[in-house]
């Protein structure tokens, strides 16, 4: 579902970002700062989702062993990272 409408606001009000895997890098996390840095965005709302089918690939190939093709192995890697850390 399009964000504008769970917050009930037009289109391009919003700066929406959708990572894949759900995962949170460097250049993510800067995007997302942008906003309160130089226009004094009041708000900033983090969604999620259930059954993500990025983060469900990634989990597979980090189970069996098989790396995923192409730049989707780079959210297997930002998961793995992360996992590494706990």
Do not use: F, W
Request: aromatic share 4%; glycine share 14%; with cysteine.
């Amino acid at each position: 579902m399009p964000p504008e409408l769970l917050i009930d606001t037009g289109l391009g009000d919003l700066h929406v970002m959708r990572p894949g895997g759900e995962a949170v890098g460097p250049v993510v996390a800067g995007s997302v700062e942008y906003g309160p840095m130089t226009s004094g965005t009041p708000l900033i709302a983090v969604l999620g989702h259930q059954r993500c089918g990025d983060a469900k690939a990634a989990y597979e190939s980090l189970r069996y062993g098989k790396p995923l093709p192409g730049n989707l192995q780079s959210i297997v890697k930002a998961l793995q990272s992360h996992t590494s850390r706990q």
